[in-house]
């Protein structure tokens, strides 16, 4: 018969090694960030089992301790100390645990003060900001039409298949919003088909009725008013001529959020370069969004595929 002399008490008897493996997996817990898991309770299972312990009772009890909210190690000690017992956890384990409970209270009191004065802080320097973008308002207009590069033409000396990540809009614009408007395919695709007729046509007050008032994204500008992104394609259709173009309407994708449509298509378009009569067939990959009025607010494309197919005297 196993000697259990030197077994404990709590009206169960276990051993010093059950013991001993039930505080080190606590400290493994509260002290190191481990979790309970299914290995922890497996073993735990396996040790409780083979020393007649009823191991659901004693995995209930665990739990119970190791969930209690980190108040009740300092505020509630009778409580703890019962439960502990129940739990075979010794006083050692259990004063560690009370002392990192405390000190990560007094550190989220020190914590909670840092934030009072980081958030005094921050509104001091919005209303900073605030006060200067408010002297700036009146030279925005400028600055942004210097930002675009009108000598960068993205159909010349591109490597393709570069991919660009459309980001969600989370702006609305200046008009009237149509509440719970929501576009079908249909109707998307024949906004898009507009785009593309206005923009190859050079039609552009009709493309102007198709954006927003500013555009999210517009390539790498952000926040950009439409009329400097009509600008910068009167600009690039100077140099420009489309001979044809068409939309692959099998990969129209598009996915909405918050009224918004997020699409993306790609199509080809053969392009004449004015000023040597090079000839060009692009395959692009467009990424657009609708806004909840039916409008174009943000607006990236990228070059799939690039082939010269002549070139005439000019």
Same mark, same amino acid.
């Given at each position: 018969?196993?000697?259990?002399? =030197?077994?404990? /008490?709590?009206?169960?008897?276990?051993? *010093?090694?059950?013991?001993?493996?039930? /505080?080190?997996?606590?400290?493994?817990? %509260? %002290?190191?960030?481990?979790?309970?898991?299914?290995?922890?309770?497996?073993?735990?299972?396996?040790?409780?089992?083979?020393?007649?312990?009823?191991?659901? $009772?004693?995995?209930?009890?665990?739990?119970?301790?190791?969930?209690?909210?980190?108040?009740?190690?300092?505020?509630?000690?009778?409580?703890?100390?019962?439960?502990?017992?129940?739990? #075979?956890?010794?006083?050692?384990?259990?004063?560690?645990?009370?002392?990192?409970? =405390?000190?990560?209270?007094?550190?989220?009191?020190?914590?909670? @003060?840092?934030?009072?004065?980081?958030?005094?802080?921050?509104?001091?320097?919005?209303?900073?900001?605030?006060?200067?973008?408010?002297?700036?308002?009146?030279?925005? &207009? *400028?600055?942004?039409?210097?930002?675009?590069?009108?000598?960068?033409?993205?159909?010349?000396?591109?490597?393709?298949?570069?991919?660009?990540?459309?980001?969600?809009?989370?702006?609305?614009?200046?008009?009237?919003?149509?509440?719970?408007?929501?576009?079908?395919? $249909?109707?998307?695709?024949?906004?898009?088909? =507009? #785009?593309?007729?206005?923009?190859?046509? /050079?039609?552009?007050? $009709? %493309?102007?009725?198709? @954006?927003?008032?500013?555009?999210?994204?517009?390539?790498?500008?952000?926040?950009?008013?439409?009329?400097?992104?009509? !600008?910068?394609?009167?600009?690039?259709?100077?140099?420009? *001529?489309?001979?044809?173009?068409?939309?692959?309407?099998?990969?129209? =994708?598009?996915?909405?959020?918050?009224?918004? !449509?997020?699409?993306? &298509?790609?199509?080809?378009?053969?392009?004449?370069?004015?000023?040597?009569?090079?000839?060009?067939?692009?395959?692009?990959?467009? @990424?657009?969004?609708?806004?909840?009025?039916?409008?174009?607010?943000? %607006?990236?494309?990228?070059?799939?595929?690039?082939?010269?197919?002549?070139?005439?005297?000019?």
């Amino acid at each position: 018969m196993q000697d259990k002399s =030197s077994y404990s /008490n709590n009206n169960l008897l276990i051993s *010093e090694g059950l013991k001993n493996y039930i /505080n080190a997996m606590v400290e493994e817990i %509260l %002290l190191k960030g481990e979790t309970f898991d299914d290995q922890k309770k497996k073993w735990l299972r396996k040790y409780s089992e083979a020393e007649g312990v009823n191991f659901i $009772e004693l995995e209930n009890n665990l739990n119970l301790f190791l969930e209690l909210p980190s108040e009740t190690f300092i505020s509630n000690m009778n409580l703890i100390n019962r439960i502990a017992n129940l739990c #075979y956890i010794n006083k050692n384990t259990l004063k560690a645990i009370v002392e990192k409970k =405390s000190r990560e209270k007094k550190s989220k009191g020190k914590n909670l @003060y840092s934030y009072i004065f980081i958030g005094i802080g921050l509104l001091f320097i919005i209303s900073i900001v605030l006060v200067f973008q408010q002297q700036k308002e009146q030279t925005i &207009f *400028e600055e942004t039409e210097e930002m675009i590069d009108t000598s960068y033409d993205p159909y010349e000396n591109v490597e393709t298949n570069t991919e660009v990540t459309q980001e969600p809009v989370t702006e609305t614009s200046n008009s009237d919003i149509i509440e719970n408007s929501k576009l079908n395919r $249909e109707e998307i695709i024949s906004i898009i088909e =507009s #785009y593309c007729d206005h923009i190859f046509n /050079n039609r552009w007050d $009709e %493309l102007s009725n198709i @954006y927003a008032l500013k555009l999210d994204t517009f390539f790498h500008l952000r926040n950009i008013d439409k009329s400097l992104v009509i !600008n910068d394609h009167k600009k690039h259709f100077e140099r420009w *001529e489309v001979l044809d173009w068409k939309i692959n309407n099998n990969t129209v =994708s598009i996915s909405r959020a918050n009224f918004y !449509n997020f699409i993306q &298509f790609e199509m080809n378009f053969t392009k004449r370069k004015i000023s040597d009569g090079t000839i060009f067939i692009f395959t692009i990959k467009t @990424y657009m969004t609708i806004d909840e009025n039916g409008k174009i607010s943000s %607006l990236n494309e990228i070059i799939l595929d690039k082939d010269k197919i002549k070139y005439v005297d000019s």
